[in-house]
């Protein structure tokens, strides 16, 4: 069994727009549609069981359309993980219903990028997020180190999700891209060892697999989840990654799935 834990997907209706318009901010290609046929077919092709779902409020006014499709795709396929998302600048007796609205519906957890969402994660407007998925006990998979959408600002640093960290304690927090995208000296510094998952998407196009690796051997060996971060890179490219990492094949298996299985569950 084989569990991706951040993919991308859109409404059929909006996601050849939205893909569109981010290729054009990142200049990178996108490889699948982004909407559910699309990672199917992919997850099929790479031989990945099932997969987590991302689709983000970038703005308040987004965030019931954005959980009504997660629902939606709860009900709908099996081997879809849909997470919700809510913004920041929402009111927090909105925020609140919302979170309420998603855990009544069985969705596990919720998406934030703080980069689009024009909001460093540490800031206290994400306070009512946090405090509310500590008590539903929502999974939050968070954006972490740089992106191409805030190329000269980082919104979530391994030290400012390190803050959060000690803020909530029992936040149960992924920082994708192996705790921060291209901060991986940053990430030993800060996170490695401590109470946060870590997610491998972008493996593939890490320059440093040599630091990757060592962040993957230095971490909680519980806390460790297989990811893509599709359709921005290829579901195979990404676990040939993993695999050329040589990790201890106890370590692999809760990896691709056993820790995703864990934090599915409860």
Same mark, same amino acid.
């Given at each position: 069994?084989?569990? $991706?834990?951040?993919?991308?997907?859109?409404?059929?209706?909006?996601?050849?727009?939205?893909?569109?318009?981010?290729?054009?901010?990142?200049?990178?290609?996108?490889?699948?549609?982004?909407?559910?046929? &699309?990672?199917?077919?992919? *997850?099929?092709?790479?031989?990945?069981?099932?997969? =987590?779902?991302?689709?983000? %409020?970038?703005?308040?006014?987004?965030?019931?359309?954005?959980? +009504?499709?997660?629902?939606?795709?709860?009900?709908?396929?099996?081997?879809?993980?849909?997470? /919700?998302?809510?913004?920041?600048? &929402?009111?927090?007796?909105?925020?609140?219903?919302?979170?309420?609205?998603?855990?009544?519906?069985?969705?596990?957890?919720?998406?934030?990028?703080?980069?689009?969402?024009?909001? @460093?994660?540490?800031?206290?407007?994400?306070?009512?997020?946090?405090?509310?998925?500590?008590?539903?006990?929502?999974?939050?998979?968070?954006? %972490?180190?740089? +992106?191409?959408?805030?190329?000269?600002?980082?919104?979530?640093?391994?030290?400012?999700?390190?803050?959060?960290? %000690?803020?909530?304690?029992? !936040?149960?927090?992924?920082?994708?891209? *192996?705790?921060?995208?291209?901060? /991986?000296?940053? =990430?030993?510094?800060?996170?490695?060892?401590?109470?946060?998952?870590? $997610?491998?998407? !972008?493996?593939?196009?890490?320059?440093?697999?040599?630091?990757?690796?060592?962040?993957?051997?230095?971490?909680? @060996? $519980?806390?460790?989840?297989?990811?893509?971060?599709? @359709?921005?890179?290829?579901?195979?490219?990404?676990?040939?990654?993993?695999?050329? *990492?040589?990790?201890?094949?106890?370590?692999?298996?809760?990896?691709?799935?056993?820790? %995703?299985? =864990?934090?599915?569950?409860?």
């Amino acid at each position: 069994m084989i569990t $991706d834990f951040h993919t991308h997907c859109f409404p059929d209706a909006l996601a050849e727009k939205a893909l569109g318009r981010l290729a054009v901010i990142s200049e990178i290609p996108y490889y699948t549609g982004a909407t559910r046929a &699309s990672n199917l077919a992919a *997850m099929k092709e790479a031989g990945i069981d099932r997969a =987590v779902i991302f689709n983000i %409020a970038t703005n308040p006014k987004q965030t019931t359309k954005v959980n +009504d499709f997660a629902i939606e795709t709860a009900a709908l396929y099996p081997n879809l993980i849909p997470f /919700g998302s809510v913004h920041p600048e &929402s009111e927090p007796d909105f925020i609140e219903a919302e979170l309420r609205r998603l855990k009544d519906a069985g969705i596990k957890g919720i998406k934030l990028h703080p980069d689009y969402m024009e909001c @460093p994660i540490d800031d206290e407007k994400y306070t009512p997020i946090f405090a509310t998925c500590c008590e539903l006990n929502l999974t939050i998979s968070t954006h %972490a180190g740089w +992106d191409f959408y805030s190329p000269d600002f980082i919104h979530a640093t391994p030290e400012r999700i390190a803050r959060v960290l %000690a803020a909530y304690p029992e !936040l149960r927090l992924v920082a994708a891209h *192996m705790g921060g995208y291209k901060l /991986g000296a940053d =990430v030993l510094r800060h996170l490695a060892g401590k109470r946060v998952w870590f $997610d491998t998407s !972008l493996l593939a196009l890490a320059e440093d697999k040599a630091l990757m690796r060592e962040i993957l051997l230095s971490h909680d @060996p $519980d806390k460790l989840l297989f990811a893509t971060d599709t @359709p921005w890179s290829r579901m195979t490219d990404e676990l040939a990654a993993l695999e050329s *990492m040589e990790l201890p094949e106890k370590l692999m298996v809760k990896i691709l799935n056993e820790n %995703a299985e =864990v934090l599915l569950k409860e």
